[in-house]
């Protein structure tokens, strides 16, 4: 494993981690913010709708996209190769591979480890609340947000799935 090699397992493993991050944290506010665009008035002002969600998304995964697929060019714009051992190798018998699953595991297991808990209490909560209905001796609870639940639920999903496939994710992403 060269140097070279080694930015661009670094360089990979950074996108992966900020796509995730992206889909987990921003999309979701995004879409609370398209659907407040759409029913605050009786008219739906499409251009902000847009302008708001989908252009910022595509924009930023086209960047991520690049940033995976165009890791060479990032090197030589980052100035990374000045060395004159970068195309030396380094004595590690890692491989590429081995490096971006470990990488795409840890950020599966962080991310699956942060949505359980909230995860989890949504579900309790809503548990208490059905449960709730029939008791009559019970004050009534506030309502439970099921776009936050929801967004947890597919959280949680999207977190295990990185998890259980982080081999095949790996392969994906180790392809020069």
Do not use: C, H
């Amino acid at each position: 494993m060269t140097k070279k090699d080694f930015f661009r397992i670094l360089i990979k493993a950074f996108a992966i981690f900020a796509i995730i991050s992206y889909s987990f944290n921003v999309v979701t506010n995004l879409l609370s913010l398209s659907l407040q665009l759409i029913n605050t008035s009786g008219k739906t002002n499409w251009f902000s709708v847009v302008v708001f969600t989908f252009i910022p998304v595509i924009l930023t995964l086209f960047f991520y996209i690049i940033a995976i697929t165009k890791t060479d060019s990032i090197i030589k714009l980052l100035g990374l190769q000045k060395d004159s051992d970068i195309d030396k190798p380094i004595p590690v018998t890692i491989t590429e591979t081995a490096i971006v699953k470990g990488a795409i595991l840890l950020v599966g297991l962080f991310f699956f480890i942060d949505t359980l808990p909230d995860f989890l209490s949504f579900t309790v909560k809503v548990f208490k609340q059905k449960v709730a209905l029939n008791n009559y001796f019970q004050e009534p609870q506030k309502p439970i947000d099921y776009y936050t639940y929801g967004a947890l639920v597919a959280k949680t999903i999207i977190s295990f799935l990185v998890i259980t496939n982080y081999t095949y994710i790996a392969k994906i992403v180790a392809k020069k």
